[in-house]
């Protein structure tokens, strides 16, 4: 009888042996094994083996299947059940002259994958009883998510069970998944039951190679570039802490993160991606902060959990124009191996969870971030940027950590969707521009001067909260110590303060003549065109015949407006960039308003919302001068990236500034005045388009609403251009068809700089507005720049803003003399008892104010008892809110007996305030009293029966109250619904 009469003909016993028992396990190790001699093809075994099928019927199929796969299939199966069921004798089968050493049939061979399943049947019992430490080494991989980890582990399966699930899952997540667990079985042979499972050893070369890559790293992280023209500044010796925070969406975490933070666990949104976001407005610190990420990490002062780490900067990979793999792209634009390069690679692929890649200012990038173009195979070359964005997304070496920077503008919803998390670089906090200021100036006598004229011209204050910004005006202290009244007000006022200094330090006399500019026009129309047509086409390095096309010299490279290129690879001839590209969006402006060839369109185009484009560059004289090589990538790349446009904005706004009436003295000998008027004329017609486009949007308000205009993008960016002509005629006119009843700039990025400018445009508003400015940046620095126009405010919204008593006490001091301001909201900033004293006096003075809202602050009962004096005074306030402090019984009774008698009071918010019930009978006064509250909050306040009944008996005597809110206090479910019925508007 054939083997395959004999499946057949004792298919009724063979069911019987592999099902009666009721557990599937002899069934699958039997499966097993024909997976692993390739008798049953993937697919085959998954039909099989489909979830929630019985037992039986699998058996069936699996009998079915095999004797129709024929003679040796079926030959193979009956081994594989004497394997499985040494007693199938005993139960009556008989299958004599089958293959009995399945062993021997393959071995370690193929790809990881191959080997899982071939050799299936003993991977499963190796991996019962280390099944936690496998699957933890796939997280640490990146190859498992916590989801994966609880599929397999499924209590309702056997260990065998969860060894299948989990080799099943590991071949649906690949090849390099496959290696991991191959390489943690393997360790674990190596050295027994005790392995420890977290110990990797890698190479011996490695080790050299990690030694290289670090002195490499720490070698181009030392210094800051912004020094290298004039002088030399170790990071260590400036390195100031900039403001990083958890994007918004990240509620569970608050406050400044550090540098192992940026990679921590802390704010994760997505936990499958593996890549971190740093955004921050151009000058915010993130090549710097990355500078000096790796500068620790170079020396072994942090994040040393990454065994390697590779800085790649996007301005640099522009310039990579080769298809290259991702080893090439390692090795050659990071640091090159020695020896053992394949080695090394295969340690890299192998261990994703030790490297840890960085790429500086994505944004730069000529090509905008897409997922369209899938690249798995670390081997396959392709374009730079497409092995970038399969790293960022992780589809190329997934689990190797990404840090990424950027401009928010840059950052679109198909990037965000691949993020672990974002944090925003927000820039210097007021401490850390003292600390810059002090750290640049040795000399502390130095220091205090610039920190006292700082003090004094609050704007420039403002301004320093970009670290570039405080860079030039430490650098420049001693034009600004000597400019007495005419100090810098403006962005532009700040850099033409740079270049004058970068003149004045080359200049062979000690100081510069008025003609300072005229002196150095050459250089300034050389660099000017060189950053301009860079702008342009997205170029911010250039080569030596770039240069040699705008003219560049040697005496203006001397200058130190351009730097040498830094580069870890070594593979480019030399390259320069500017100091920095805000300072390239300036002499790019120089250019504009100086040079002859400018085309009457020039300015108008800058203006429009998309920028310059490279159609309508071609449209103007500057084609002919745009070299051939910058025209064909431009044909190449079409659509202007974000950041282009990003730059254009910052050049038009130096172009605002370059060309307000202020400045034009400067231009006299360098361009005809005629010239200079009309493009100022352009600047001033195309603000005001602009501002009247924008005005235009605003929806008509539903009726009975107010009519509520929400910033757009591109309306701060104008109002800057405004501000930067410092010319109130241009403020009035754009302001005079503004007619909105409330403006609303959430989450708009406004800091003290956009402060300063809002309130130069707002205050000329015609008639009074709401300013909602909730989730910004503003600032104590940034409330000060407000006050010009508090007078036109009658609601100022300043959620969220990092506020402090300081703030408070100058908008106050302010505002009391205001005749429309009548409410303020403050939540969630740093508020303390000191502010409430100003608030008191606010509330005697302003007999007309409504609304105070200061809820999540850490306001105590002090706090509570000094706005409690105010209120004894005030016959005005409607609106009460706390929610969210400690003022416990007593701050609750002192308010309590301040409210006793208000007339105008109609809500009151105590919420989570640990009021108690003492505090909740105190304030039932107030219902006895009020004719005027509706609505009082007293949710989360530990309040016990009593303090109910305090309540309950007050509501008797009161039928204008609407409800009190009671939600989460100390009752029992019996109370509630007792209390709940005997007073209706008690909310429970
Ligand atoms: N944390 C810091 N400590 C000291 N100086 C800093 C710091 N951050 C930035 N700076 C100064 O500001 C300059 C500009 O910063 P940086 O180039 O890091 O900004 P960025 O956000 O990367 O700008 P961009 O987006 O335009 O590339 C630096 O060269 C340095 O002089």
């Known amino acids: 009888m054939s083997v395959q009469e004999l499946v057949l003909k004792q298919r009724t016993e063979i069911l019987h042996a592999l099902c009666s028992s009721g557990s599937a396990e002899l069934l699958e190790r039997i499966l097993d094994i024909l997976l692993a001699h390739g008798e049953l093809i993937w697919e085959e075994y998954q039909d099989i083996q489909v979830p929630g099928r019985a037992l039986y019927t699998k058996a069936r199929q699996l009998l079915d299947l095999v004797y129709t796969k024929g003679v040796d299939t079926c030959g193979l199966f009956l081994a594989a059940l004497n394997q499985v069921l040494p007693e199938a004798q005993g139960v009556g089968l008989s299958f004599s002259g089958c293959c009995s050493n399945l062993e021997e049939k393959k071995k370690y061979q193929g790809t990881s994958t191959q080997i899982l399943l071939t050799q299936r049947p003993s991977l499963v019992s190796q991996l019962q009883g280390c099944i936690d430490g496998a699957l933890k ?29 989990f080799l099943d899952h590991v071949r649906s ?16 042979q190596e050295s027994g039951s005790q392995l420890n499972e977290d110990t990797v050893t890698p190479p011996k070369e490695l080790f050299k190679y990690q030694k290289k890559l670090s002195s490499s790293v720490s070698a181009q992280s030392c210094f800051l570039s912004t020094y290298g023209g004039t002088s030399h ?53 993130k090549s710097t902060l990355l500078q000096r990420l790796h500068l620790l990490w170079a020396r072994g002062a942090a994040l040393q959990d990454f065994l390697l780490i590779f800085p790649f900067s996007c301005r640099r990979l522009n310039s990579e ?60 070359r392709a374009p730079v940027h497409i092995l970038l964005f399969n790293l960022i997304q992780g589809s190329l070496m997934k689990g190797v950590r990404k840090v990424v920077t950027s401009r928010p503008e840059a950052v679109g919803p198909v990037l965000k969707k691949h993020l672990r998390k974002e944090a925003f670089l927000k820039g210097f906090s007021p401490s850390g521009i003292d600390y810059f200021v002090r750290k640049h100036h040795r000399d502390p006598t130095v220091a205090a001067k610039v920190l006292e004229s700082l003090q004094t011209n609050t704007a420039l204050l403002g301004l320093c909260h970009s670290p570039v910004l405080c860079w030039i005006v430490s650098q420049c202290y001693k034009e600004l110590l000597g400019c007495g009244e005419g100090s810098p007000q403006t962005i532009t006022d700040v850099y033409l303060m740079i270049l004058q200094h970068f003149f004045q330090h080359q200049s062979s006399q000690s100081t510069l003549g008025i003609g300072w500019l005229q002196e150095n026009l050459e250089t300034v129309l050389h660099l000017g065109q060189l950053a301009f047509e860079g702008i342009a086409t997205s170029c911010y390095i250039f080569t030596d015949r770039d240069l040699e096309t705008c003219g560049v010299t040697e005496k203006d490279i001397c200058m130190g407006f351009l730097i040498q290129s830094k580069d870890m690879s070594s593979t480019h001839s030399q390259r320069y960039e500017f100091l920095h590209v805000t300072l390239q969006c300036f002499f790019s402006g120089l250019y504009i308003v100086l040079s002859n060839d400018t085309d009457r369109s020039t300015i108008p185009k800058l203006f429009e919302p998309k ?42 706004t130096f172009v605002s500034g370059l060309l307000s009436q202020r400045h034009q003295s400067l231009w006299i000998h360098c361009c005809p005045s005629a010239v200079i008027e009309k493009r100022a004329k352009q600047v001033v017609r195309c603000l005001s388009k602009g ?29 800057k251009c405004i501000y930067e002509m410092q010319e109130s005629r241009i403020a009035k006119d754009a302001m005079s068809k503004l007619e909105v009843d409330h403006l609303k700039l959430t989450y708009c990025k406004i800091g003290p700089v956009e402060c300063t400018a809002l309130a130069y445009v707002l205050q000329h508003l015609k008639n009074p507005v709401g300013l909602q400015l909730d989730n910004n940046s503003v600032g104590d620095v940034g409330v000060e720049q407000l006050l010009p126009c508090m007078h036109i405010c009658n609601s100022l919204y300043l959620r969220n803003n990092n506020i402090t008593d300081e703030g408070i006490r100058k908008l106050i001091a302010k505002g009391v003399q205001c005749d429309n301001f009548q409410k303020i909201a403050l939540f969630n900033n740093q508020l303390t008892d000191a502010c409430t004293q100003h608030f008191s006096h606010l509330l005697k003075t302003k007999q007309d104010f409504l609304s105070i809202r200061l809820g999540n602050n850490n306001i105590t009962a002090e706090g509570a008892k000094q706005l409690a004096e105010g209120l004894k005074f005030n016959h005005s306030l ?6 969210g402090n400690e003022i416990g019984d007593a701050g609750a ?96």
């Not at 498992?144 to 309702?156: G, T």
């Not at 107030?926 to 989360?940: F, M, P, V």
Request: hydrophobic share 40%.
């Open 321 to 380: 124009h080769r298809e290259l793999s991702v080893q090439e792209l390692l090795f050659q634009h990071c640091c090159w191996p020695d020896r053992e390069q394949e080695e090394i690679f295969q340690f890299i692929l192998d261990h994703p969870h030790l490297i840890l890649f960085t790429f500086d200012g994505l944004d730069e990038l000529k090509q905008s971030f897409s997922d369209e173009h899938r690249l798995c195979c670390p081997t396959q």
């Open 611 to 652: 920028g310059m484009r490279e159609a309508d560059l071609r449209s103007t004289c500057f084609s002919a001068c745009l070299p051939s090589t910058y025209q064909q990538e431009q044909v190449l790349e079409g659509e202007s990236t974000a950041v282009e446009t990003l730059n254009l904005q910052i050049t038009a």
């Open 173 to 188: 997540k690949g090849e390099l998944a496959a290696k991991v667990v191959l390489q943690f079985i393997q360790q674990k």
């Open 137 to 165: 080494a796939l997280v640490i991989s990146g190859h498992f998510s916590s989801a994966d980890c609880d599929d397999v582990r499924l209590p309702i399966h056997t260990p065998s069970q969860q060894a299948r699930r």
């Open 893 to 988: 009774e002192a308010l309590a007996s301040a409210l006793e008698s208000s007339k105008s009071l109609v809500w009151l918010s105590l919420v989570g305030n640990g009021v108690g019930s003492a505090g909740a009978c105190a304030l039932a006064n107030i219902i006895k009293n009020s004719t005027s509250l509706e609505e009082l909050w007293l949710t989360e306040n530990c309040i016990t029966r009593t303090g109910v009944e305090c309540l309950i008996q007050a509501l008797k005597h009161n039928t204008h109250v609407k409800s009190i809110w009671l939600r989460n206090n100390y009752l029992s479910l019996e109370e509630v619904e007792e209390m709940a019925q005997r007073e209706s508007r008690l909310v429970f």
């Open 691 to 719: 501002m009247q486009k924008h005005f235009k949007s605003i929806p008509q308000p539903v009726e009975g609403e107010k009519k509520s205009m929400h910033a757009m993008p591109g309306f701060v960016w104008l109002i």
């Open 233 to 285: 500044m170790s990071l260590d010796d400036i390195y100031t802490e900039g403001q990083l925070e958890l994007s918004h969406e990240c509620v569970d975490v608050h406050g400044p993160l550090g540098v192992e933070d940026i990679v921590g666990t802390a704010g994760t949104m997505n936990k499958e991606a593996d890549t971190v976001l740093v955004s921050g407005d151009a000058g915010s610190g």
């Open 878 to 883: 409607q609106f009460l809110g706390l929610w």
